[in-house]
């Protein structure tokens, strides 16, 4: 409620823009307290078993909203990555090779359910590991990973509906990278295809948020699933590197940027590996003037702030069409300055913290280029706290398609806008981008959807929203943005092999 004598608190205290409200507004505390059961020190999940690491490295794994140590993370070396493929290739011989699809299913309801029961102490976990609002780690991640778990359950015992008249096998152990932006999400849509396909896997998150991953250990032996089916390994890119390079993986699913993406296509290039890259994007986010004014910023708001802007379909590049852009940009500037930024456990908060001092950097880096390259800086002026890694939600005017900030994927809470006039120009400047993975249109007209829709070189199109996924709606990207699918059918045929 607004109080105008009443100082602010210093951690989440926001100045709300004058056009708006003309007042200071506050919000008591609203902290999220379950616990997330955490353990100091975190084990390899091998062969069924939590095992120490062979190379007797660890890491620390940081909470981005304090810089504080959380626990510490097994650096999975040579010997541990050896050890895991070879209990996944003994699972697969021994047991999940052999059961049959409906038992896989049975498994995988099973761990939907464990997941479910666990989803606040998982949700906590997640947002105090990789800084994201609680309110997005609770209502977002954890209740699609269960979603994910679920939907491919009810495809394991169907896999000839899947393929019909053609015959199919599963790889058989599969290796799999994460990256830090939906920890947990990115590992169920992962293994669960994996999983109601017959595949093994070995799964490494990535370095800064690897808590939920081998908190999920957990649940996978907790479900008693066969030893050597699922095996978790912790560690950094080198970690990666050993999995990409085994000889026991047969396919490899990548979840990361376009540059390490590429380093694993040359990689495995002649090796015979099945490979699936999910990468980068820089997605045009296009308002024509006959969109409702007032969702559409609501949903390029959401396009770009979600998860800090660390989604790979952001609505990072706003196209707006020239009659409209004024008073769209007053009224973007307006919502932005009411955005909450702090601290992630506290359910008021709308943007957390940046999720590494080195992504941080980034974002600074690539602001700075937009700055002096001629771009209009605009910032929210909310103070941000004292402590931990956190930036503005912000936006820049006056972008051309040459500025890096135009070109290249900042994964930050910052957007890029761009305007047009015509529908041609709309299309032609959104797929300048050597990125292809998602785009949004905003407009009344289903005519100009469709047409949008045909002409976008983009794997997932939103049409009057944004950001919404379900898990059997297949994701992916085009170009740079990587290729083969996850979710719904396709997603599991990239874990089936043709055979003839
Ligand atoms: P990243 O640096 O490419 O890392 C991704 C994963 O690969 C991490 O687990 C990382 O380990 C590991 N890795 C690093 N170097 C490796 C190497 N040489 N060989 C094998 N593995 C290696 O990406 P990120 O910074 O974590 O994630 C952000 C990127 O992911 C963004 O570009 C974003 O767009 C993309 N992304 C794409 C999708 C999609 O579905 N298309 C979804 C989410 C994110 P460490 O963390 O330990 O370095
Ligand atoms: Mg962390």
């Known amino acids: 409620m607004p109080t105008k004598s009443k100082p602010a608190r210093k951690s989440t205290r926001h100045r709300t823009p004058e056009l708006l409200f003309g007042d200071l507004w506050e919000f008591d505390p609203a902290p999220e307290l379950a616990d997330p059961k955490l353990k100091q020190s975190y084990s390899l999940y091998i062969n069924g078993q939590f095992v120490a690491p062979r190379s007797r490295k660890y890491f620390d794994s940081i909470n981005p909203s304090t810089e504080k140590q959380l626990a510490r993370i097994p650096a999975a070396g040579k010997a541990d990555i050896d050890a895991a493929f070879s209990a996944a290739q003994t699972g697969y011989n021994k047991y999940w090779a052999k059961l049959p699809g409906k038992d896989r299913g049975k498994y995988l309801y099973r761990i939907a359910r464990l997941l479910q029961d666990r989803s606040r102490e998982f949700a906590v976990a997640e947002s105090l590991d990789g800084g994201k609002p609680i309110k997005e780690s609770r209502d977002f991640d954890l209740p699609l990973a269960a979603a994910h778990f679920f939907y491919y359950a009810g495809w394991a015992d169907k896999l000839e509906y899947a393929l019909p008249g053609v015959s199919a096998k599963p790889y058989g152990v599969v290796g799999q990278i994460i990256p830090w932006n939906f920890p947990l999400l990115m590992l169920a849509w992962k293994i669960a295809p994996a999983l109601a396909t017959g595949n093994c896997v070995v799964i490494k998150p990535a370095e800064t948020t690897s808590i939920t991953a081998l908190k999920f250990a957990q649940i996978i032996q907790e479900a008693d699933l066969p030893p050597g089916v699922v095996n978790i390994v912790s560690g950094a890119g080198a970690t990666g590197q050993l999995i990409v390079n085994h000889p026991a993986a047969k396919k490899i699913a990548f979840t990361g940027s376009t540059e390490v993406g590429k380093a694993i296509l040359r990689a ?10 999910e990468l980068g994007g820089k997605a045009a986010n296009v308002v024509f003037d006959d969109a409702p004014i007032d969702q559409a910023v609501e949903g390029v708001i959401n396009g770009i702030f979600f998860n800090q802007g660390h989604v790979c379909c952001a609505g990072s590049r706003l196209l707006v069409q020239e009659s409209i852009a004024k008073v769209f940009v007053r009224k973007l500037k307006t919502r932005i300055a009411s955005l909450r930024v702090g601290d992630p456990l506290d359910k008021n908060t709308d943007i957390g913290a940046i999720n590494s001092k080195e992504q941080l950097d980034k974002i600074e880096q690539l602001v700075a280029s937009g700055v002096e390259e001629g ?81 976008l070189q983009a794997g997932v199109i939103w049409a009057n929203t944004y950001n919404k996924f379900d898990p059997a709606s297949p994701f992916g990207g085009y170009k740079e943005s990587g290729f083969g699918r996850e979710g719904g059918k396709q997603g599991l045929c990239d874990y089936l092999k043709i055979v003839p």
Not at 268 to 277: D, E, F, P, Y
Not at 377 to 400: D, E, K, M, N
């Open 375 to 455: 771009a209009e800086l605009f910032q929210s002026s909310c103070s941000l706290p004292s402590q931990g890694w956190f930036y503005r939600p912000s936006l820049f005017l006056g972008v051309t398609q040459s500025h890096r900030i135009a070109r290249e994927e900042i994964f930050g809470p910052v957007l890029s806008i761009l305007t047009f006039r015509t529908i041609s120009e709309a299309i032609e400047k959104a797929n300048n981008t050597a990125y292809g993975l998602s785009a949004g249109v905003w407009t009344d007209k289903g005519s100009k959807i469709l047409k949008m829709s045909t002409a």
């Open 268 to 277: 495995t290039a002649g090796s015979g590996k099945g490979l699936t890259l």
